[in-house]
């Protein structure tokens, strides 16, 4: 079954750096999206991205984040410099048409720790 | 702005009965409602789905009832599995937008 896939499972940085976290959505997928969850709390949505553009995003995705899709297969989240409320797990997903109504495929996360 | 709410942070259930979790959710505009169940360490997993012309649907083991006039989703697990425990988020979206809404979600344990 084809899945999305998140590199690296777990990221560890100092305050102030900038971080890539890495996604390949499922091949025939067209809109991709990111959410993050915070340690114990609910999955966020951070942006979704349609057409090599931003096609929403929340008050969470300020200039600090970036997204870009630099292939046909890989998805990115920059964080240009992390802070401490980073740390969380931030989930990379895709869904088919990105018309309405349509269930999104998450990948198993990436682990960011900002120490 | 959209709420959704589980109504118990915690269910604990034996191998075998059915479970039943539960979910609020504020904005009646909301038309697109899906379950999802997230084990330790890894990404919410699709479980069902349900549009709001329904107000049921069913899957393997697995029921979604929706009732629009008081705002309220639920999950009905049957013959529970220890294989089920894990936190179950619902999620709701409405409109043209492809963003979902998530709730605080219900961990499920499930006793032998």
């Known amino acids: 079954e084809p899945e999305v896939t998140q590199t690296p499972s777990h990221q560890v940085t100092q305050m102030g750096q900038e971080v890539i976290l890495r996604c390949v959505p499922i091949?025939?997928?067209?809109?991709f999206y990111w959410y993050r969850q915070i340690l114990g709390q609910k999955v966020e949505f951070l942006v979704s991205?349609?057409?090599?553009?931003?096609?929403?995003k929340s008050e969470i995705f300020d200039d600090q984040f970036s997204v870009e899709r630099p292939d046909g297969s890989n998805f990115t989240l920059k964080i240009r410099s992390t802070k401490l409320e980073d740390s969380a797990m931030y989930f990379c997903?895709?869904?088919?048409?990105?018309?309405?109504?349509?269930?999104?495929?998450f990948g198993s996360g990436t682990q960011l720790s900002v120490l | 702005g959209e709420s959704v709410g589980l109504h118990l942070p915690t269910l604990s259930v034996q191998e075998g009965d059915n479970s039943i979790i539960n979910c609020a959710y504020s904005?009646?505009?909301?038309?697109?409602f899906i379950w999802y169940k997230q084990e330790s360490g890894k990404g919410p997993q699709f479980i069902i789905d349900?549009?709001?012309?329904?107000d049921k649907r069913q899957g393997q083991r697995v029921t979604v009832l929706l009732n629009k006039t008081v705002k309220h989703l639920s999950l009905q697990i049957a013959a529970t599995q220890p294989g089920d425990s894990a936190v179950y988020f619902c999620?709701?979206?409405?409109?043209?937008?492809?963003?979902?809404?998530f709730g605080t979600g219900t961990l499920l344990a499930v006793q032998p």
């Open positions: 091949s025939n997928h067209l809109y």
């Open positions: 349900i549009r709001s012309n329904m």
């Open positions: 904005n009646s505009a909301s038309d697109y």
């Open positions: 997903a895709s869904s088919g048409t990105g018309l309405a109504n349509e269930k999104l495929f």
């Open positions: 999620a709701v979206t409405w409109g043209a937008t492809n963003k979902l809404i």
């Open positions: 991205f349609y057409n090599n553009e931003i096609s929403e």
